[in-house]
């Protein structure tokens, strides 16, 4: 089946009991049973719902795997995988990542003695070099959050396999209608599906989608029994956002494409990360592993204050000042305040990340609207 095909028909069945078209939001928390023992392979809705199974269909099949589980977060899926491992256990994880995993991991997990050890995954030799036998899980985001830094991720499945340990990859900012990290090697894929998949800034969501039957076991396990499940009326909220996942991105990938264009030429504008510029230092890996750059931009002002910064996020009119990313509507973001404040400051600044980094998810309106909007706002 062809992608485009894929957006609109993963998962979808007919409903059994009226032939409803689209999957009912079963709101249940039990199933009634005929006898003890006896039931329709529903029990209890914490370990089995249609809905929620319905959109894990849809999210194996759209990645390219084989089993999809859905979670309460992204973080939640991400809470999901880190239980796969025990006290000593190494997570090797990238320098440049989202806040709230860097957050979940030092501050939850390394209490319990899982040791997590940060480089900069752009280079994979740095991943190689910080294996030790202990080594159980590769944590990678590509393109990173917010610096669009990009990981060879076919280079690291190799690593991950002569290390014998799982690789992760957070797949948000590419969706999968961009990066099919299963296809690359990967072991597992997580989303925070409250961003692209969903699409609507109307649902928090997370997802993990993986090949091997044993892997995907031990983590239904700790689905079903830390319970960080997502309600069905959210799951039907995702499976409707998943049919118009190749649409959006397309003109996320368009009007993205056009904004970065303009913001390089701005005489007011220093620096602007994007994947699709030539001279972006991992272009050729981006090129190669993803289908297209995405609309997601980080930039920084010529008069790089603080103060400067500030200015412009507050005087956008159609980019809103919010934290998430990927909904229909564009939003703008100041992570050392907002996204990424979950970071010590001597860490972000290490990375790349200044006080005046601005972060743009740019949306699906016309993109004309959208370089005015920047433009009043850049003076
Ligand atoms: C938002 C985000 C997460 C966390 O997901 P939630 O749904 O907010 O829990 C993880 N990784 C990346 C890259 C994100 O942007």
């Known amino acids: 089946m ?3 095909t894929k957006y609109i028909h993963a998962g979808a069945h007919p409903d059994p009991s009226t032939g409803a078209i689209m999957t009912p939001i079963y709101q249940t928390s039990t199933f009634v049973q005929e006898a003890p023992g006896s039931n329709k392979g529903f029990e209890y809705a914490r370990s089995q719902n249609p809905t929620r199974f319905a959109l894990e269909e849809a999210l194996a099949i759209i990645e390219n795997g084989k089993y999809g589980l859905a979670f309460g977060s992204g973080v939640a899926a991400t809470d999901g995988v880190i239980k796969l491992l025990q006290p ?5 994880a990238g320098s440049d990542m989202y806040g709230g995993t860097y957050r979940l991991f030092s501050k939850v ?3 319990f003695g899982i040791k ?8 994979p030799a740095n991943i190689k070099a910080a294996v030790t036998r202990n080594t159980k899980l590769i944590w990678l985001e590509t393109p990173t959050n917010p610096l669009m830094n990009i990981t060879d991720i076919a280079a690291v499945a190799v690593i991950a396999k002569e290390a014998k340990a799982l690789l992760c990859v957070d797949n948000t900012f590419a969706s999968p209608y961009l990066q099919k990290p299963l296809d690359l090697g990967a072991d597992i894929v997580m989303h925070s599906v409250t961003k692209y998949l969903g699409g609507h800034s109307d649902v928090i969501q997370g997802a993990l989608v993986m090949n091997d039957k044993e892997l995907r076991d031990q983590l239904y396990f700790i689905q079903k029994s830390c319970g960080a499940v997502p309600g069905p009326m959210d799951c039907f909220l995702v499976l409707r956002g998943i049919k118009t996942l190749h649409v ?6 368009e009007n993205g494409a056009a904004i970065a264009k303009w913001l390089r030429n701005h005489p007011k504008v220093n620096k602007v990360y994007w994947p699709g510029f030539e001279d972006h230092p991992n272009h050729a890996i981006a090129k190669k592993q993803m289908k297209d750059f995405g609309g997601m931009i980080s930039f920084e002002l010529k008069d790089d204050s603080v103060e400067n910064a500030k200015r412009v996020l507050s005087s956008t009119k159609i980019f809103s000042l919010a934290e998430s990313l990927g909904g229909v509507e564009s939003l703008i973001n100041h992570p050392a305040s907002m996204t990424h404040a979950s970071i010590p400051r001597e860490e972000r600044i290490k990375n790349g990340l200044t006080d005046s980094l601005i972060r743009l998810s740019v949306g699906i309106e016309d993109a004309e609207d959208l370089i005015a909007d920047l433009q009043q706002a850049i003076g």
């Open 88 to 92: 000593g256990d190494e997570v090797i």
């Open 248 to 253: 959006r991105m397309q003109r996320h990938c």
């Open 109 to 111: 997990f390394e209490k």
């Open 2 to 4: 062809k992608e485009a």
């Open 116 to 123: 997590f050890i940060y480089v900069d995954t752009t280079n």
